[in-house]
């Protein structure tokens, strides 16, 4: 007797290396520290649509063009 094994999505573990899963949310990351902010922002990225910026007022800016769905401070 054979049994099927369920069909299964593709998940962040079952990707080859380099290759991203379909963004699906936007995150707003402000963080003045260079280094932290492209660190955040490269992970995430896998996942998520980012929007890194390292104040405020970039901030702002952010949010009067697009709609976010999580912001990171």
Known sequence: MSTKRPKTEKTDASLPAGEVMHPSGR????EPEPLLRWSMSTYLSRWFEVFPTDDDAGAERVLGEHAVDALIV
């Not at 995150?27 to 402000?30: E, F, K, Q, R, T």
């Open 27 to 30: 995150v707003l990351i402000v």
